[in-house]
């Protein structure tokens, strides 16, 4: 077995974080999960709670922090456009104030750190696929700015601690994710089109759903942020992290309605303000330097949604 690392997942209750602390569980790491249970809940990691190596912790990390680990993952910030925009202002502390508070941790304990940063950096790309040189192109004043400009300063803070005290940072750029502890109620795309399917409701399509997302099933995702995180000191990223295979929204609603056999029909909305256009991630990168690409397909990671949100919201 592998040698045992105490190690912090920040927002460890929620889907991304209750997976990556499950992982890391099983490995045998004695693993400190800290939530504020804003979009995360306990039913994701009650099922963690009887393992000793285990530790589950209410604290918000806008409040500093005294804890002795030497691995911090920091993934504590609502990812879903509806929940990130419900408080804009406790959003942007999450990811500044939150930032600074693990740096300061890290830089006390020595701990390496690894920030779950987000392709919404790129805003709406005007570069297509998107490659981690590439600046992006963020509103600064919309109401998306709050999450995208709050994660761009997250970013800015880890690379100056870097700098400014030698820590050991990783910096992973997210692309959007999906799977199974998704909320019923997350907002995502993903999530929405496969709770609305399975109720027989229309499906939701905002704008006229030819905007792309490239969509990563959640084991894959996990696979990359652990290799990244145990990768050589000199790789910082920021890395992309995602499932370069590009979808129309559209296309997303239709493999959902095949794979559920529903009789759901897509129903146009209002486009979101600043919603990006298109988003596909360049992984050239993690191929070349952490060995990683993913290898869930949609249809198969989807089947995997389905099945998990038939067990916990049934079928009409
Ligand atoms: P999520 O909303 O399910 O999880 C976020 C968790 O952080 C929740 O458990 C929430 O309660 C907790 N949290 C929020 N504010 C907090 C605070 N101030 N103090 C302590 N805990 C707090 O979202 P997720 O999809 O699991 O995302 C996890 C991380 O990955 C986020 O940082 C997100 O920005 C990033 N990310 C996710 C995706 C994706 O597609 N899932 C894409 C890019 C980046
Ligand atoms: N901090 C923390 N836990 C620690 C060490 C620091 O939460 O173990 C917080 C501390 O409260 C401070 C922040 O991290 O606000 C930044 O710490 P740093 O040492 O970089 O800055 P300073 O304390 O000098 O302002
Ligand atoms: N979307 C949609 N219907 C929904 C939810 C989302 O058409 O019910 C669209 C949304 O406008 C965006 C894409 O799907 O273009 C992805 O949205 P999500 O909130 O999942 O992630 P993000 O915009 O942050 O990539």
Redesign the pocket.
């Known amino acids: 077995m592998r040698h045992i690392v105490r190690i912090l997942v920040t927002g460890g209750a929620g889907f991304l974080g209750s997976h990556l602390s499950e992982r890391l569980v099983a490995e045998g790491h004695d693993v400190i999960c800290l939530d504020n249970f804003y979009t995360g809940s306990k039913s994701n990691i009650n099922h963690l709670l009887p393992y000793s190596n285990f530790e589950l912790l209410r604290h918000d990390v806008t409040?500093?922090?005294?804890?002795e680990v030497d691995q911090i993952y920091n993934l504590a910030c609502p990812a879903s456009p509806i929940h990130y925009q419900r408080n804009p202002v406790q959003t942007t502390k999450t990811s500044v104030h939150g930032a600074?508070?693990?740096?300061?941790?890290a830089?006390?304990?020595g701990a390496r750190i690894l920030q779950a940063s987000t392709s919404e950096v790129y805003g709406d790309p005007d570069v297509h696929p998107q490659e981690e040189s590439y600046w992006g192109r963020v509103n600064p004043v919309g109401i998306r700015s709050c999450y995208d400009e709050g994660k761009r300063c997250a970013e800015t803070l880890f690379f100056d601690?870097w700098r400014q005290?030698q820590i050991e940072i990783k910096v992973a750029r997210i692309f959007n994710t999906y799977g199974p502890r998704m909320h019923p109620d997350d907002g995502r795309v993903v999530s929405n089109f496969i709770v609305q399917a399975l109720k027989g409701d229309d499906i939701t399509i905002y704008g006229d759903g030819k905007q792309t997302r490239s969509f990563c099933y959640v084991d894959d995702l996990i696979d990359g942020i652990v290799k990244f995180m145990n990768s050589s000191g000199e790789i910082t990223g920021p890395m992309n992290l995602g499932n370069p295979a590009e979808f129309s929204i559209v296309e997303l609603a239709e493999q959902v309605i095949n794979l559920t056999n529903s009789k759901s029909k897509l129903v146009m909305y209002p486009l979101p303000s600043d919603d990006p256009r298109q988003r596909k991630p360049d992984i050239s990168l993690a191929s070349n330097t952490i060995n990683w690409t993913p290898t869930v397909d949609l249809k198969a990671g989807l089947s995997a949604t389905i099945k998990y949100f038939e067990s916990v919201i049934g079928r009409d």
């Open positions: 409040f500093p922090l005294y804890v600074i508070n693990m740096l300061g941790l830089k006390r304990t601690y005290n």
